[in-house]
């Protein structure tokens, strides 16, 4: 539980529009949706994953690290690390369970199957996009277990995009047309105030010695 006290004193310690900036971000941030992806090799594509998320309201992206762990490119993502939480897992199989036990859909994208095109996804549903690697598509282990197959529509020579332009493409269409809707898919009071102070945290460079005085004056 979020110490308000706490947060508020933190809030002093920001400028107007950075308190100004937080509070509008965080009314258009959502975690209806996520992204998943699925040891993808190019370090960037990640990076840019993770951007795109930030970008279109997207809180929590998840990376699964089963044969290629790297670190996320600072450059590329934009600073974006800071702003969404990333929830990162050793096997496919962990995320899986994860993302069924906060209840998401998996929804596999993939250019091969034609189960659903993105016009005509259904945004009512708690959803996680999975993206696979960039050769080899998402594993067998996601396609088995996915509940949804979801593609873009293509009309060229090509037979897919990039994985990062993939990401972006799905996540403009969906939040769109989800904060077009009547649902509520905005963080809880709860959930943003948490943000807030996780923000506050990331922004201040003496956070945890103004922490520890807040504290020792409060006794």
Same mark, same amino acid.
């Given at each position: 539980?979020?110490?308000? =006290? +706490?947060?508020? %004193? ?14 509008? &971000? +965080?009314?258009?941030?959502? =975690? ?6 699925? @040891? /993808?090799?190019?370090? %960037?594509?990640?990076?840019? /994953?993770?951007?795109? $998320? ?27 690390? #800071? ?8 096997? &496919?199989?962990? $995320?899986?369970?994860? +993302? ?15 189960? $659903?095109?993105?016009? @005509? ?20 282990? /996601? +396609? ?28 403009? %269409? &969906?939040?769109? #047309? ?19 102070? @996780?923000? $506050?945290? =990331?922004?201040?460079?003496?956070? @945890?010695?103004? /922490? =520890? ?7």
């Amino acid at each position: 539980m979020t110490d308000i =006290k +706490l947060l508020e %004193h933190l809030e002093t310690y920001l400028t107007d529009s950075r308190r100004a900036k937080f509070a509008k &971000v +965080l009314l258009q941030r959502t =975690k209806h949706f996520t992204v998943a992806t699925e @040891d /993808v090799y190019q370090l %960037h594509n990640t990076s840019a /994953v993770i951007r795109s $998320c930030d970008v279109f309201g997207i809180q929590e992206v998840n990376i699964v690290e089963e044969r290629n762990s790297k670190r996320i490119d600072r450059e590329i993502a934009m600073g974006a690390q #800071k702003w969404v939480d990333l929830n990162r897992f050793n096997t &496919v199989q962990d $995320c899986l369970l994860d +993302l069924k036990q906060k209840n998401y859909q998996i929804v596999a994208t993939t250019p091969h199957t034609n189960d $659903c095109e993105l016009q @005509d996804f259904d945004i009512s549903k708690k959803s996680c996009f999975f993206f696979g690697r960039e050769t080899e598509g998402l594993s067998q282990e /996601v +396609l088995n277990q996915a509940d949804c197959f979801l593609k873009i529509p293509m009309v060229g020579f090509t037979e897919s995009l990039n994985i990062s332009v993939s990401a972006a493409i799905i996540l403009q %269409h &969906v939040t769109t #047309k989800l904060k077009q809707s009547n649902m509520d898919w905005a963080l809880t009071e709860a959930e943003q105030l948490e943000k807030r102070l @996780d923000w $506050c945290k =990331k922004t201040i460079k003496s956070y @945890d010695d103004i /922490v =520890k005085r807040f504290y020792e004056v409060k006794k």
